[in-house]
C-alpha cells in the first residue's frame, strides 16, 4: 500500500536511500521508530518479529520504547512457536492469516482475545496495530506499533505504518539472506571456512597451503555400538560426544572441518607470525577439556546403564592444503595432504596403544611441555616408522583397545 501520509512517506525514503545500508538491525530498527515519531506518528512501542534459520534460535524480535535508548533484541529457542504463549498471540495469527490485525484497546467493543492486550492497555495503550511483512519465499515476518495518544491512529497514520512495513519487510529480507548465509556457513563449515566461502573462495581448486596442528578424533567400538545400540540411542550417543568434541576444539581457537560418520576432523590454524608452542598449547588444552568432559558424561551414562563414550584424538602438525574439492557444482571446503592422513593413521594407532591421545613427533618437537614418547611405529601410507607421544597427565590413563 502506498501512503499518503507526507510523515511515513518521509521515513520510507530514509529506509531505501539511508537506513537500508546500516546492517545492525536494532540500530536500524532504533532510529527508524525515532523517525516515525518525529513525523508525528506517536508510537510508543514496537516490535519486530523476524523468523531464523538456525539450528538453535528459532526467531529474533527487536523491541523498542519510546524514551529507551535503543532497541533491545530477544531471542526465541528452536520449538517456541510450538508453545501455547506463542500460538495465542496476535503475531501468530498474523502470520497465519497474512492480514493485518488492529485492536482499539480503548473501545468498550474491544475484544481481549489475546492476552497481551490487556497488558498493553494497562500500560497505558489505546491502539495497537500488527502488520504483516511478506518475504518472497512465502516466510511472514510481523511489526507491531502501539500509541498511548488518547484518539489512537488515525486512518491515515495506519496506511502509513503499512507502508513502513512493506518496505520493511523487504529490507529485512535482503539482510536476513546475508545472516542466514553466515548461519549456515557457520553451522555446517565453521565461522572461518564459512567467511572464505562468503567473501569469494568458491571456485573449485581454489584454496591455500597453511601450517595448522590436525586434530584427527573418533569414537572407539563404532562398528559393534551400530549393531548393538537402537538408532535413537545411537544417535543420542553420538550428538553427546561430538558436542564435547566441538566445545573443546572451538574453546580454545580451532575450527572443526567436518564429521565423518564416528570421526571428527578439525585444524588449529597458523597464520604468519603465530606461535607454534601456543598452538600446539592450545590443542593440548582441548583435547584435555575434552577427556574430561567424557569422563563426567561417562558417571552419568554409567548411572544409568548407557553404554560409556570411549575415543581416541590424535594431534600432527603440518602443512595441508586449505580449499574447495569435489565436483564442478558440489564442493568440499576442506583440508587434504599427507598431513591429514598421517593424523587419521596416527589415530587409529591410538586404540592399539590403549591411549586416549597420541600426537606425532612433529607436534611434540614444538610443544612447550613434555610429552612422553611411546616409541616407534610403522602407519600405513606413511614411508618410515614414526614416533609417537602422549601428553604426560593423559599418558597415565590407558584405555582397553577396542576392536572396530
Known sequence: MISTHTGAAAVVRWMLDEGRYDTRMREFGAEMCRRIVAEGIQISRAFCYVG????????????????????TRVLGARGIEDSAEFINSPITQVRTTQRALRRRLNDPACPFDFPVLAQFKSEGGTDYLVLPMRCSDGEVNAITFLTDRAEGFTEDEVAGLEHVAQVLGIIVELQSAR???????????????????????????SGETIRAVVWSCDLRGFTALADGLPPAELIAMLDQYFEIMVKAVRSEGGEVLKFI????????????????GRCCG?????????????????????????????????????EVYYGNIGAPDRLDFTVIGPAVNHAARLERLASELGRSVVTSASFAACAREPLQSLGCYELRGVAQSQEVFAPIAVGADTVTPRAR
Open 52 to 71: 531464523t534459520l538456525h539450528p538453535l534460535v528459532g526467531a529474533a524480535a527487536y523491541v523498542w520504547k519510546r524514551g529507551d535508548p535503543g532497541a
Open 179 to 205: 545472516r542466514i548465509g553466515k548461519i549456515l556457513m557457520d553451522t555446517y563449515v565453521g565461522p572461518r571456512t564459512g567467511e572464505r566461502v562468503l567473501s569469494g573462495t568458491i571456485a573449485r581448486g
Open 282 to 318: 592450545a590443542a593440548l588444552r582441548a583435547a584435555r577439556s575434552a577427556l574430561g568432559a567424557v569422563e563426567a558424561a561417562n558417571v552419568t551414562r554409567k548411572a544409568r546403564g548407557a553404554q560409556e563414550i570411549r575415543f581416541g584424538i590424535a594431534l600432527h602438525l603440518g
Open 261 to 276: 560418520g564416528d570421526g571428527m576432523l578439525a585444524i588449529f590454524e597458523l597464520c604468519t607470525g603465530d606461535d607454534v
